[in-house]
C-alpha cells in the first residue's frame, strides 16, 4: 500500500488520465506508439521472458492502442 492509496486504486487513476490525454495527442503520435508498440510486442513474443509480454500489454493498455498478434 503506498500511504493509504492501493496499488490497484493508483493503476486505475493513472490509466484515467492517459484516457483524457491521448484523444487530444495528435493523430500522427498516436498511429507513431502504435507502430512502435507494436513492433516492441513482436520482439517481447520473441523472447523466453513472459514479463516482456506483460509489460508491453501494461503499456498498451495504459495508452489505449491496440495490439496486434505477432506473424
Given at each position: 500500500m503506498i500511504k493509504g492509496i492501493t496499488?490497484?486504486?493508483?493503476?486505475?487513476l493513472i490509466k484515467e488520465?492517459?484516457?483524457l490525454i491521448m484523444?487530444?495527442?495528435s493523430a500522427?503520435?498516436?498511429e507513431a506508439l502504435r507502430v512502435f508498440l507494436n513492433e516492441l510486442y513482436k520482439k517481447a513474443k520473441e523472447t523466453p521472458n513472459f514479463w516482456d509480454d506483460?509489460?508491453?500489454?501494461?503499456?498498451?493498455s495504459?495508452?489505449?492502442?491496440?495490439?496486434e498478434n505477432p506473424k
Open positions: 496499488y490497484q486504486l493508483l493503476l486505475k488520465i492517459f484516457e484523444p487530444k495527442v500522427e503520435i498516436r506483460y509489460f508491453i500489454e501494461f503499456l498498451a495504459l495508452l489505449n492502442i491496440p495490439l
